[in-house]
């Protein structure tokens, strides 16, 4: 448990580490007019912010978040994140910022007021959905598609269709589409989604339609379908084009908020924003595609974990961000995060490709409760910043995760979060008693078995991302972030059977420094059916250079030179007549020669995730993709561990631990640790975003990159 569920109105100061590049020297005064890097990251409590200079040394820093105003508490966060690096705000050279502003926008439905045009029949496609129920047998559910984008009266049905190879059979009726913006004008509609059918092959008609609105109504934001997803299936289409209408007055009011705040900073940086694929664009283009920044915030924290696990040679391991109310788990192969191409948004379905993150509310402050049967059942409810678990001391009288873990001696009640918040110990040991008396148990019995449930629906997590996708996840590592992750990480990795944990660091602030690791990038789909044994290559080669030429674009927008670009190619494919497909690499141009190779290699994909391969069925590609790359210069992190000193330096006196029955535990601080220091469990490493837990039998390392590494002895 961390800083991520403190109180929000108090501020708990900063942490500072050093860091090293490539070229840096040591032990030399910043100079004047440096360049300065920064990250920022917005969470529900605190904006976590890292400043990196060209010598290396990286300054970190919490300030509570401004839910009102977010822009408030970035402008607090650059100003103490620059005052510790002695940097002024001319010197910032890039500006890279992980925001919850669309999700928030959808969650809240505070985003535009929207219209969608459609093709005439088809207004109720956006209502109807796939007529998928999450609750078969629940007679009052509410609805599971997202019609509050555009209720009935705000969806218009306009003359015009087109065949599915993209020719005109009803020519675009532009008459009603100027009497139909003309009236949605008057209702005050702030956005339009415009969505044909088969535009994702012929785009005439929507770009018409919205060369009439701008003649019309200028000041409406439009979003076409054929540019936001020019892919096949409607109701998704129409979906993720609606968000897309819905969220961008709201994204490019913020992102241009965010420039005015940083140019009355003084800083002239353009300033790059995350996207839910995990990499980084400019604000312009980001405003231009505001559906990509759904998952902007826990994107960052993979990519930081990754830059992590890099330092320590690890490449395949799942990451586990665990804060005060949400768990958020994602794996990552051969040093790259696992990708969707869709995700969701609470129940609807968002098609824009992703960081596969799984998020359940599982987190320090998650309620223990007793459900129906009498059985614990902990989380999702959680207890928040106020009042917080009991043991804050803040009227709080739930017992929590956190409580539980005070009652088997894992945090220290003195030195929780480096001494910022004494913890209520008997506050914690009543709220978990109140638990074990309704439950027949002992205190101490209550607070293993709140602890067990937790793991347990944690280990569950991290199966529905390991196995589902045909990983088996004792071959990976456990990477644990946030601040409750460390607490837990031994225990789940004996669960599943998993053969190491590594510890950052700064686990606390790490989806802020995974900011400053990530790559410029592109991502470009399209539609192009055809049976592999009997395709038009040349028409699929000329769709690859159409979606090269779009992201070379993109790049060229961004200031990045063509041969500075790095392009992959993907294809979606499927057994003819299955309706889901899987993503197969290839390369560009598709030769004859190699269409076998790509089959066999769909094959293989298929017997992965499925269990089974049908090598005598006929195969089909079905959508194209390009995703274009540029690369950054990635920080090579100088560990703040001390190269030499001796364990015992490090060791600050010793407490009851619970680990099956209470014994004697060392305790350590974090940062006195010497590389190389080996640590025999029990053991427990205290910092102060974070405490490590190491059980008997378990062995604790500081590798040579300063991350802490527990393994089964």
């Not at 709201?250 to 924003?273: E, F, S, W």
Request: hydrophobic share 45%; with cysteine.
């Amino acid at each position: 448990m961390g800083l991520s569920s403190l109180d929000a109105g108090r501020d708990y100061g900063a942490i500072t580490l050093a860091v090293k590049v490539p070229g840096a020297r040591d032990n030399v005064m910043r100079p004047e007019g440096e360049h300065v890097q920064i990250g920022v990251d917005i969470g529900g409590t605190f904006t976590d912010i890292v400043a990196l200079d060209g010598e290396g040394r990286l300054a970190l820093a919490k300030v509570p978040s401004t839910p009102k105003d977010l822009l408030d508490g970035i402008g607090a966060a650059v100003g103490k994140v620059l005052a510790l690096a002695g940097a002024p705000p001319g010197d910032v050279e890039r500006f890279i910022h992980g925001t919850t502003v669309a999700t928030n926008a959808v969650l809240e439905q505070k985003g535009a007021v929207t219209a969608v045009l459609t093709t005439e029949g088809f207004e109720d496609v956006l209502e109807m959905g796939r007529q998928k129920r999450s609750r078969m047998y629940d007679l009052e559910m509410d609805p599971e598609t997202p019609s509050f984008l555009a209720p009935g009266r705000r969806r218009v049905g306009i003359r015009e269709r087109l065949d599915a190879r993209g020719a005109v059979l009803v020519p675009l009726d532009e008459g009603q589409v100027r009497a139909a913006v003309q009236t949605l004008r008057a209702q005050g509609v702030q956005a339009i989604a415009v969505c044909y059918l088969f535009s994702f092959v012929n785009p005439a008609h929507e770009r018409r339609t919205r060369e009439l609105c701008a003649e019309i109504a200028p000041e409406i934001s439009v979003s076409l379908s054929s540019e936001v997803d020019p892919t096949f299936r409607e109701y998704e289409r129409l979906c993720v084009t609606a968000f897309d209408a819905y969220l961008g007055p709201v994204v490019k009011r913020y992102l241009a908020g965010l420039a005015d705040t940083l140019r009355g900073l003084g800083i002239r940086a353009v300033p790059l924003i995350m996207r839910s694929r995990g990499g980084i664009v400019s604000a312009a283009l980001a405003a231009r595609q505001p559906v990509t920044l759904f998952l902007s915030g826990p994107a960052g924290g993979v990519i930081g974990a990754g830059c992590a696990a890099e330092r320590s040679g690890v490449r395949d391991f799942v990451s586990l961000d665990m804060g005060g109310t949400s768990n958020d788990v994602a794996v990552v192969r051969s040093g790259a995060p696992l990708l969707a191409s869709e995700g969701s948004i609470g129940p609807y379905p968002v098609r824009t490709p992703m960081v596969d993150v799984n998020t359940i509310g599982a987190g320090g402050g998650s309620i223990a409760w007793i459900d129906a049967a009498g059985g614990l059942r902990v989380g999702p409810r959680s207890a928040g910043a106020e009042p917080g678990p009991a043991c804050y001391g803040r009227g709080g009288d739930a017992a929590t995760v956190t409580d539980a873990s005070v009652v088997l001696g894992y945090l220290n009640p003195e030195r929780f979060a480096g001494g910022a918040l004494t913890l209520d110990v008997g506050a914690a040991e009543r709220a978990v008693g109140a638990i074990g008396r309704r439950l027949g148990v002992d205190t101490i019995t209550a607070a293993a078995g709140i602890h067990r449930v937790i793991n347990a629906r944690m280990a569950d997590q991290i199966r529905l991302v390991t196995i589902k996708r045909g990983y088996d996840p004792r071959q990976f590592s456990l990477v644990v972030l946030g601040g409750a992750g460390p607490v837990h990480g031994a225990a789940l990795a004996a669960e599943m059977g998993m053969a190491e944990v590594l510890v950052p660091e700064a686990p606390g602030v790490l989806a802020a420094f995974g900011l400053l690791a990530a790559a410029i990038e592109h991502h470009h789909a399209r539609t192009l059916q055809a049976r592999t044994d009997v395709a038009d290559l040349a028409a699929v080669n000329r769709c690859l250079a159409e979606l090269d030429a779009a992201g070379r674009a993109r790049m060229h927008e961004e200031g990045v030179a063509a041969a500075d670009v790095h392009v992959a190619y993907t294809a979606d494919m499927r057994y003819v007549g299955q309706a889901y497909e899987l993503e197969v690499p290839i390369a560009a141009p598709v030769a004859a020669e190699r269409v076998p190779d790509i089959v066999a290699a769909l094959h293989a994909v298929h017997e992965r995730v499925y269990g089974y391969a049908r090598t005598q069925q006929t195969v089909e590609f079905v959508n194209f993709r390009a995703v274009h790359t540029y690369r950054l210069p990635r920080p090579v992190v100088r560990p703040s561990a001390q190269a030499h000193g001796r364990l015992d330096d490090a060791r600050v006196g010793e407490r009851r631990a619970y680990f099956d029955g209470f014994v004697s535990a060392a305790i350590y601080e974090r940062a006195r640790l010497p590389l190389g220091a080996r640590l025999a469990g029990p053991a427990i490493v205290e910092q102060m975003d974070t405490t490590t837990v190491i059980p008997p039998g378990v062995t604790a390392v500081v590798d040579d990159a300063g991350n802490l590494r527990l393994r089964r002895a």
